[in-house]
């Protein structure tokens, strides 16, 4: 398909035989990384194991045959509910304690399983790191290790917290845990050569453990609601102080009303040295890491062209302010063509828990003949794009994993333009579809929920659909769709916008043939406008025209993404409901 994620050669950058290898001199300053990750994955293997003498280690009888013998009823009962019962039973039957565990022993054991495997994954893949790679193979391998390492951090914090009563933070970290997995894998499969082997081998079951991880953990917890949309078993506020949701606190609400001149700043960025530093690198080397406090990192007006921005996961509670949409921007131009992965092409990524962007324009200028070529990536946790741009053409913005908000922003593009698996919410933002290249159709939406476990999806709320001026010229000879499904369970609605006349009647656009047409979940919602008329819409399976406000309501901040708990403390504005 000319415009499908994992397409053609040409789209993805050229043949394997014509991508260069990389120096070994481009290997060594990574020496120091792959260490560190050596010894955080041993780390972890030995932590978890330990952690099982805590749960079950008292009870362990008959633990001397346990590979052999037949799995308990427990084991039986729990590893039913989940999507590769045979994976299940054998591992937990085979780990130490499990015999003897109970259902809810199970639940934590299960964690601890899946986290065992990852951190031994995590620590063999990188013996792998001195191997000749070419330029897409080294960026598919870096990939897998910083998803790994992700990973390990999501499952370790995951362990710690099954059983204490935040149920909404574990589901989140598993399905991004196996979203993670889902790129890794997805990156090695568009490369060739003895790392794909390698590293396949190495991550073997991997996916099947952490589904089956989420089923045990989902059931425990009593999601019982349609697809897997996580419904609050509890009353809560709907709406924050003023327009502000309750996880911003009263400080941080302040900042976001202030101007960047006004705000006190930890580092300042300006490029004629009158700042701290004059580069976006150098601030984030001074971040501290694992921190609780706020860092302010105030970023003054200009073009900044820098390569592998990231705020890493380490990096926690980092506020980006700049002065504003068109005058402060970060830009790249990197795209699949470049012979790397999707995930590495980011002008501009943020892992780090709790991040915050502000007045910021974030582009990717490679243009539509380069295919997927991303502005901003974002898979921390707690995060807020307020007021920023994010242009691009294909795979503009990718919202890959975890909790996340973007308010009253512009996002342009043209095919799959905002895509991923995070739990999402987009609230009072303009969506502008560009004109594309000849021949191709634009897609908003490629949501790419891969397990019906996973609380995960994309909500367009209270927002504006529109076409740039170029496409509303040539529209007749382009169609525009709200979405189409990237994964089998693809998830994403659109509730209370406008949205305009260049939206195909059909609304919505098959991946390939019937593929997820059934298991799908694409809602509308008191939409407007002249692209929002419904009596020509796709009739599949698994698309619904939304008429209750309770089904609705279950796509909004307070519900969708917990939003209540944890958006006042930044400060951005929202509506926890549907409305005011």
Same mark, same amino acid.
């Given at each position: 398909?000319?415009?499908?994620?994992?397409?053609?050669?040409?789209?993805?950058?050229?043949?394997?035989?014509?991508?260069?290898?990389?120096?070994?001199?481009?290997?060594?300053?990574?020496?120091?990384?792959?260490?560190?990750?050596?010894?955080?994955?041993?780390?972890?293997?030995?932590?978890?194991?330990?952690?099982?003498?805590?749960?079950?280690?008292?009870?362990?009888?008959?633990?001397?045959?346990?590979?052999?013998?037949?799995?308990?009823?427990?084991?039986?009962?729990?590893?039913?509910?989940?999507?590769?019962?045979?994976?299940?039973? !054998?591992? *937990?039957?085979? +780990?130490?304690? #499990?015999?003897?565990?109970? $259902?809810?022993?199970? %639940?934590? =054991?299960?964690?601890?399983?899946?986290?065992?495997?990852?951190?031994?994954?995590?620590?063999?893949?990188?013996?792998?790191?001195?191997?000749?790679?070419?330029?897409?193979?080294?960026?598919?391998?870096?990939?897998?290790?910083?998803?790994?390492?992700?990973?390990?951090?999501?499952?370790?914090?995951?362990?710690?917290?099954?059983?204490?009563?935040?149920?909404?933070?574990?589901?989140?970290?598993?399905?991004?845990?196996?979203?993670?997995?889902?790129?890794?894998?997805?990156?090695?499969?568009?490369?060739?050569?003895?790392?794909?082997?390698?590293?396949?081998?190495?991550?073997?079951?991997?996916?099947?453990?952490?589904? !089956?991880? *989420?089923?045990? +953990?989902?059931? #425990?917890?009593?999601?019982? $609601?349609?697809?897997? %949309?996580? =419904?609050?078993?509890?009353?809560?506020?709907?709406?924050?102080?003023?327009?502000?949701?309750?996880?911003?606190?009263?400080?941080?609400?302040?900042?976001?009303?202030?101007?960047?001149?006004?705000?006190?700043?930890?580092?300042?960025?300006?490029?004629?040295?009158?700042?701290?530093?004059?580069?976006?690198?150098?601030?984030?080397?001074?971040?501290?890491?694992?921190?609780?406090?706020?860092?302010?990192?105030?970023?003054?007006?200009?073009?900044?062209?820098?390569?592998?921005?990231?705020?890493?996961?380490?990096?926690?509670?980092?506020?980006?302010?700049?002065?504003?949409?068109?005058?402060?921007?970060?830009?790249?131009?990197?795209?699949?063509?470049?012979?790397?992965?999707?995930?590495?092409?980011?002008?501009?990524?943020?892992?780090?828990?709790?991040?915050?962007?502000?007045?910021?324009?974030?582009?990717?200028?490679?243009?539509?003949?380069?295919?997927?070529?991303?502005?901003?990536?974002?898979?921390?946790?707690?995060?807020?794009?307020?007021?920023?741009?994010?242009?691009?053409?294909?795979?503009?913005?990718?919202?890959?994993?975890?909790?996340?908000?973007?308010?009253?922003?512009?996002?342009?593009?043209?095919?799959?333009?905002?895509?991923?698996?995070?739990?999402?919410?987009?609230?009072?933002?303009?969506?502008?579809?560009?004109?594309?290249?000849?021949?191709?159709?634009?897609?908003?939406?490629?949501?790419?929920?891969?397990?019906?476990?996973?609380?995960?999806?994309?909500?367009?709320?209270?927002?504006?659909?529109?076409?740039?001026?170029?496409?509303?010229?040539?529209?007749?000879?382009?169609?525009?769709?709200?979405?189409?499904?990237?994964?089998?369970?693809?998830?994403?609605?659109?509730?209370?916008?406008?949205?305009?006349?260049?939206?195909?009647?059909?609304?919505?656009?098959?991946?390939?043939?019937?593929?997820?047409?059934?298991?799908?979940?694409?809602?509308?919602?008191?939409?407007?406008?002249?692209?929002?008329?419904?009596?020509?819409?796709?009739?599949?399976?698994?698309?619904?025209?939304?008429?209750?406000?309770?089904?609705?309501?279950?796509?909004?901040?307070?519900?969708?993404?917990?939003?209540?708990?944890?958006?006042?403390?930044?400060?951005?504005?929202?509506?926890?409901?549907?409305?005011?």
């Amino acid at each position: 398909m000319e415009y499908g994620r994992l397409g053609s050669s040409v789209e993805r950058g050229g043949s394997a035989s014509r991508r260069e290898m990389l120096p070994d001199g481009a290997r060594c300053g990574k020496g120091k990384k792959v260490k560190a990750l050596l010894m955080f994955a041993a780390v972890l293997i030995v932590a978890s194991a330990a952690s099982v003498a805590v749960l079950v280690g008292v009870r362990g009888k008959g633990e001397g045959d346990r590979i052999t013998a037949r799995p308990t009823q427990a084991i039986a009962r729990t590893c039913s509910r989940t999507r590769y019962p045979s994976v299940c039973v !054998n591992e *937990l039957r085979d +780990f130490p304690g #499990a015999l003897a565990a109970s $259902d809810a022993d199970l %639940v934590h =054991i299960s964690v601890n399983v899946t986290l065992q495997r990852f951190g031994r994954a995590l620590y063999m893949a990188t013996d792998l790191s001195t191997l000749p790679m070419s330029a897409l193979e080294r960026s598919a391998y870096e990939d897998c290790l910083e998803l790994l390492d992700d990973s390990v951090e999501l499952l370790s914090r995951s362990l710690t917290s099954v059983s204490g009563g935040r149920a909404q933070d574990v589901h989140t970290w598993l399905s991004a845990a196996l979203t993670n997995q889902d790129t890794c894998t997805e990156g090695l499969l568009e490369t060739n050569g003895p790392v794909k082997s390698q590293m396949s081998a190495r991550l073997k079951n991997l996916s099947e453990l952490v589904s !089956n991880c *989420l089923a045990i +953990f989902a059931a #425990a917890h009593g999601d019982d $609601d349609f697809a897997g %949309v996580p =419904i609050q078993n509890r009353r809560r506020r709907l709406l924050g102080h003023g327009d502000f949701p309750e996880w911003l606190s009263r400080k941080e609400r302040r900042l976001l009303d202030l101007p960047a001149p006004a705000i006190q700043a930890d580092i300042i960025v300006s490029q004629d040295g009158n700042g701290t530093v004059k580069t976006i690198a150098e601030a984030i080397k001074k971040v501290p890491e694992h921190s609780t406090r706020r860092t302010i990192i105030y970023v003054r007006a200009g073009k900044y062209v820098e390569q592998n921005l990231k705020i890493g996961r380490k990096k926690t509670n980092v506020m980006m302010i700049g002065d504003g949409k068109g005058k402060t921007v970060i830009a790249g131009g990197s795209s699949v063509a470049d012979n790397m992965t999707t995930f590495h092409t980011a002008a501009f990524a943020a892992t780090g828990a709790g991040f915050i962007a502000k007045d910021i324009t974030f582009e990717n200028w490679a243009g539509p003949a380069k295919h997927q070529a991303v502005a901003l990536r974002i898979g921390a946790d707690h995060a807020v794009i307020y007021r920023c741009q994010i242009i691009g053409y294909q795979d503009t913005l990718y919202v890959h994993s975890q909790r996340q908000f973007y308010r009253e922003c512009e996002i342009y593009g043209t095919v799959d333009f905002i895509f991923g698996n995070a739990a999402v919410v987009l609230q009072n933002c303009t969506i502008y579809a560009r004109k594309p290249m000849a021949g191709q159709k634009n897609t908003i939406t490629a949501q790419n929920r891969k397990d019906p476990n996973q609380n995960t999806g994309i909500s367009i709320h209270a927002s504006r659909i529109l076409a740039t001026s170029d496409l509303d010229s040539s529209q007749a000879n382009f169609s525009t769709y709200l979405g189409r499904p990237w994964k089998m369970y693809s998830r994403t609605v659109v509730m209370m916008s406008y949205i305009g006349d260049h939206v195909h009647p059909r609304g919505w656009l098959e991946w390939n043939a019937t593929f997820a047409l059934d298991t799908l979940y694409y809602g509308e919602y008191m939409n407007s406008g002249p692209g929002a008329a419904l009596a020509r819409r796709v009739s599949w399976p698994g698309y619904r025209v939304i008429t209750l406000p309770v089904e609705a309501s279950k796509f909004t901040v307070a519900q969708f993404i917990f939003g209540s708990s944890w958006l006042p403390s930044t400060g951005v504005a929202f509506l926890a409901g549907l409305s005011t």
